[in-house]
T-cell receptor, first 116, second 113 residues
Framework: KAGVTQTPRYLIKTRGQQVTLSCSPI?????VSWYQQTPGQGLQFLFE???????NKGNFPGRFSGRQFSNSRSEMNVSTLELGDSALYLC???????????????FGQGTRLTVV | AQSVSQHNHHVILSEAASLELGCNYS??????LFWYVQYPGQHLQLLLK??????LVKGIKGFEAEFIKSKFSFNLRKPSVQWSDTAEYFC???????????FGKGTTLSVSS
């Protein structure tokens, strides 16, 4: 079956702009989580959506937001980009019920965002 | 706050050498632990996980990990590494609320043939 698909794979934006990243989960999965990966901080949890509702949120500023659609696809938006937002943004999908305790999360290849 | 520490930032080994990557977590209660691997240019994949039971967990590709509660550790091991094991390895724990994965900063493993 198809894996988690993230688009675009690479993105270059200018400081102050905003950006939207997309994640299509594995068919049948209803939970989508987002992580930011940087060399200095590793992987940090941004937020998690289940059935169009944000269930959990990490410790990131309000410039980072997301949403999930009825088909479980999710988008992540970052407004007023800063240089420090340059990172690999990973999306993970899971069945959702009881995640992360009882269901495995499957990760996409990520979107590499570079802010200049 | 909960945290995960991976002691080694970069490990360099020759093929057939034995591997042990350290992982320590901060939370003292019930823990659920994972090791993920990220091969160059590929997505993050689950190597193994520990939820309960036998503290010695076997995963894919010959990897295993041992949960030692008294040491708050979950070290990853492989008796004989291959060049194809070159990757970044992440230890992770489910947070206390059970709502997210907390990852360590990762260990880059380079295996020379």
């Amino acid at each position: 079956k198809a894996g988690v698909t993230q688009t675009p794979r690479y993105l270059i934006k200018t400081r102050g702009q905003q950006v939207t990243l997309s994640c299509s989960p594995i068919s049948g999965h209803r939970s989508v989580s987002w992580y930011q990966q940087t060399p200095g901080q590793g992987l940090q949890f941004l937020f998690e959506y289940f059935s169009e509702t944000q269930r959990n949120k990490g410790n990131f500023p309000g410039r980072f937001s997301g949403r999930q659609f009825s088909n479980s696809r999710s988008e992540m938006n970052v407004s007023t980009l800063e240089l420090g937002d340059s990172a690999l943004y990973l999306c993970a999908s899971s069945l959702g019920q009881g995640w992360p305790l009882t269901t495995e999360a499957f990760f996409g290849q990520g979107t590499r965002l570079t802010v200049v | 706050a909960q945290s995960v520490s991976q002691h080694n930032h970069h490990v360099i080994l020759s093929e057939a050498a034995s591997l042990e990557l350290g992982c320590n977590y901060s939370y003292g209660g019930t823990v659920n632990l994972f090791w993920y691997v990220q091969y160059p240019g590929q997505h993050l994949q689950l190597l193994l996980k520990y939820f309960s039971g036998d503290p010695l967990v076997k995963g894919i590709k010959g990897f295993e990990a041992e949960f030692i509660k008294s040491k708050f550790s979950f070290n990853l091991r492989k008796p004989s590494v291959q060049w194809s094991d070159t990757a970044e390895y992440f230890c992770a724990v489910i947070n206390q609320a059970g709502t997210a994965l907390i990852f360590g900063k990762g260990t880059t493993l380079s295996v020379s043939s």
